[in-house]
């Protein structure tokens, strides 16, 4: 009997400077077509596809209804994948061209389409691209935590990767409007600008599967190796997966609190470019200065964050940087119409605390994992960041649903003055509400119980059980008798007893 690749202890790999860079790289692409989505979409929708707000919010909540199945779901398949391309690398090689195709068509709504028709094309074509987008997504996000499992050496490959996602949403929120400006109409623009966007992150996405490799530690198993014995049956086993991930507290904690982060930062995402075209009178040119300039602060604010998370437990690093956020956000409330420098300096707030959630979340997401395994015996990877991944664009669709209901409410009219009530929506949405959102993350972070010297005693406890396993399995790979006496395993794995008598060691790493 051949010991599965997957029951081995992942080392603590110290990753080279070309393969941070190469995983980097993703990053890039992905946030780039994220970054025009959160900024862009409900205003192209809006004020260019000249749909109905509580329409085109509809139809977007289509996709994430969806969501609710799909992350869970593709979350399990990535686990249970074999393939000769690695467990995870597998869906970039063969997803980099689809999303590159679906990325474009979002933009593309044809001119003079019913409500109707333009609900079923938006619902259509955001409901695909999200598939795709999860298709990539997850097994990207998922390779960080099987690549090493050193505490610091995750920070600094989160780190590389939010610069890159920092360049992405650069490009996605600064280069879009411009592109647009250059074309002929808007309406071009877009769909010209969106189009070079899906092909710039099939690219992206093309140069990880190319540059990085899963350690073979993590399960990388070939499709003719042999399947586990008894295995469970798929909808039972994705129940049970489900339930066991749900069960880890310090990965509930977490998700829940980078839920509301992520909402309220979607909300000032979503409503940023009414405020500054009609609170602050502005024009259209004046949003990719203001992003560039919040960004430009996110980007060198990421590299005093690694040295404070360095220092620091994480989620008090985190805390700060939401605290910074919250001060500029409630700022942005009393801004009026004209006082564009006094934007600048919140934005600059703002930016410093952005870059706290730009890297600190992601570096805490592997360690909840570790803590999983130790929990329950085994280790599913994409399960968690499935789930992780369904919040996350939960809170970011529902941010955008609101800020369209708000719209609505408030009797928003596109591409004129607006009323005083529609002004007291966009400024609620834009400073008030992400405050409130980001100050109820603050005690779930506070409660998070995994330090840098916890961390170290899960790790220890999984590498101590790792040898103990394979001695286990090569002695009843020798001996013909009962499994059941002459194995020996962790006191916080679970028994799972086969109809022969054994216990299916393969199966649960």
């Known amino acids: 009997m051949t010991v599965p690749m997957n029951m081995q202890h992942t080392p603590h ?8 860079l190469g995983y980097a790289v993703g990053n890039v692409g ?19 596809a000249l749909v109905p707000p509580a329409v085109a919010g509809a139809a977007l909540l289509v996709g994430k209804v969806w969501d609710t199945i799909n992350d869970p779901l593709f979350g399990w398949l990535t686990d249970r994948t074999r393939s000769r391309h690695g467990r995870h690398r597998v869906y970039l090689i063969y997803g980099a061209l689809p999303l590159a195709v679906v990325a474009a068509a979002v933009w593309m709504v044809p001119p003079g389409l019913s409500p109707w028709a333009a609900f079923v094309w938006i619902a259509v074509t955001y409901t695909l691209f999200d598939t795709v987008m999860t298709l990539v997504q997850l097994p990207y996000q998922a390779m960080a935590a099987n690549m090493t499992q050193d505490y610091d050496e995750r920070t600094s490959l989160t780190a590389f990767a939010s610069m890159g996602a920092l360049l992405g949403f650069f490009a996605g929120s600064v280069f879009m409007p411009l592109l647009v400006r250059a074309a002929p109409d808007a309406r071009t623009g877009y769909a010209l600008a969106g189009a070079c966007f899906g092909l710039a992150a099939g690219v992206a996405v093309a140069v990880v599967a190319w540059r990085v490799r899963e350690p073979a530690t993590t399960g990388d198993l070939s499709p003719t190796a042999p399947n586990p014995p008894a295995a469970t049956p798929g909808w039972t086993s994705v129940r049970s997966t489900l339930l066991a991930t749900l069960r880890n507290r310090p990965f509930v904690m977490l998700v829940s609190a980078a839920g509301l982060v992520r909402l309220g930062l979607t909300l000032v995402q979503a409503s940023l470019a009414y405020f500054v075209i009609y609170q602050l009178q502005g024009d259209k040119g004046d949003l990719p200065r203001f992003m560039g300039i919040l960004l430009a602060v996110v980007g060198v604010s990421l590299f005093v964050w690694k040295r ?20 500029g956000l409630v700022a942005l409330y009393w801004v009026g119409p004209g006082q564009q420098a006094l934007v600048t300096g919140i934005l600059v707030v703002v930016g410093i605390g952005m870059g706290a959630h730009w890297i600190v979340p992601f570096a805490m997401v592997p360690d909840t994992i570790d803590h999983g395994h130790m929990q329950a015996g085994e280790r599913q990877t994409g399960m968690y960041y499935g789930l992780y991944g369904l919040v996350d664009k939960l809170a970011r669709t529902l941010a955008t649903v609101l800020v369209a209901g708000m719209l609505e409410l408030t009797g928003y009219v596109p591409n004129v003055a607006q009323s005083a009530q529609a002004l007291q929506g966009i400024t609620a949405m834009t400073g008030l509400l992400p405050a409130l959102c980001l100050v109820l993350a603050i005690p779930l972070l506070m409660a998070y119980p ?34 059941s006496e002459h194995t ?5 794995e679970p028994s799972r007893t086969l109809p022969g008598g054994g216990h299916d060691f393969a199966h649960s790493r």
Request: some cysteine; hydrophobic content about 55%.
């Open 13 to 20: 790999i110290r990753l080279s400077l070309g393969t941070k």
């Open 30 to 48: 992905l946030q780039m077509l994220i970054a025009a989505m959160s900024f862009l979409l409900m205003i192209f929708y809006t004020d260019v």
């Open 308 to 327: 404070v998370v360095d220092r620091w437990e994480k989620n008090l690093a985190y805390i700060l940087g939401l605290v910074f956020c919250c001060a």
């Open 450 to 483: 995994i330090t840098r010297a916890r961390h170290a005693d899960l790790v220890r406890s999984v590498g101590a059980a790792a040898p103990a396993e394979t001695a286990s399995a090569a002695a009843v790979a020798a001996t013909p008798v009962r499994q």
């Open 488 to 492: 020996t395993r962790p006191a916080w």
